[in-house]
């Protein structure tokens, strides 16, 4: 394997458009589409052939949420609230359509043009956050801190993006950091936290963020998931990983840096059985006879 050639350091801000076309450096997200298979990699990080899908509403509205809470005062300067005269006259009330609202638009060009209740309703959910939570994550710290690293196995460049990053005696060789992460859910539960952790890979992330603390500022790291509901009253709760989980997902997440730095040398990223027929094993109790129902 390769020794790291990257000089670990982080950096406080980074412009979002910079950070994300560092594709030299792998991110947690990119290491998501690598699971997806490597003509998947490919085509978006090496090529360039497929480009990104732009953010889905639903990713949009994570955005400012994440903006409202860590970077209240870029939030403040972002948003501006629609009047209510400007959302009358369309066939749906309240419904962002008609002149008036595409006109109140116009005149606010880069701004993002929110409905009344959508002000009120992340300024409600940071002040369930900081009610709940602020004792622990307002500690001295770093909001929206970019990390890079090499990875020490396999000496691939890696970097990410910490939401809120307290460390505790940052002199100090015995230094403690808890990485808080934001997570949008339908609710806070512990079931809906535990499908999403499941479906988005919530533990490698947990292993790229905490190795990427450990060798840039050195010392023990937590990563705790700040679980939010999307209706009020919010109830947002931490959540952290089993170690073991962690270490699981992290043997596998190395697996993957090895793979991608074969991959980058010889220039070959075929995917396995990409020229074969691969054997598919359905057990007899799944067969259907034809035009049964589906239904259980």
């Not at 900081?130 to 001295?140: E, F, N, Q, S, T």
Request: overall charge neutral; aromatic content about 12%; proline content about 5%.
């Amino acid at each position: 394997m390769n020794k790291p050639t990257i000089d670990p350091h982080y950096v406080e801000r980074m412009d979002n458009e910079e950070y994300h076309s560092m594709h030299e450096f792998l991110s947690n997200s990119m290491l998501s589409h690598w699971r997806k298979g490597r003509r998947h990699f490919e085509s978006r990080f090496v090529t360039g052939e497929v480009k990104q899908s732009p953010p889905s509403k639903a990713m949009t509205e994570g955005t400012l949420k994440h903006l409202a809470f860590l970077e209240r005062d870029a939030w403040e300067e972002m948003v501006i609230q629609i009047p209510g005269k400007y959302l009358a006259g369309a066939k749906v009330d309240g419904a962002r359509t008609g002149k008036p609202y595409h006109f109140f638009v116009k005149e606010h060009p880069g701004k993002t043009c929110l409905k009344k209740k959508e002000v009120e309703h992340s300024r409600k959910l940071v002040a369930a956050i900081d009610a709940a939570h602020g004792h622990l994550i307002w500690k001295p710290g770093m909001s929206e801190v970019s990390l890079f690293w090499s990875n020490p196995e396999t000496g691939v460049p890696c970097r990410c993006r910490i939401d809120r990053l307290v460390t505790f005696d940052p002199g100090n060789a015995a230094r403690r950091s808890f990485i808080f992460d934001m997570k949008n859910l339908a609710t806070s539960l512990e079931q809906d936290f535990y499908w999403s952790a499941r479906k988005f890979g919530y533990a490698e992330q947990a292993a790229h963020y905490q190795e990427g603390v450990r060798v840039v500022l050195g010392g023990a790291c937590r990563f705790d998931f700040l679980a939010v509901g999307k209706e009020e009253p919010f109830a947002p709760r931490l959540y952290h990983l089993d170690p073991a989980t962690v270490e699981a997902a992290n043997d596998r997440r190395v697996q993957h840096l090895a793979e991608i730095a074969e991959c980058r040398q010889s220039g070959d990223y075929s995917d396995p059985y990409e020229h074969d027929s691969k054997k598919v094993f359905i057990h007899p109790k799944h067969f259907r006879n034809f035009g049964e129902s589906n239904d259980d």
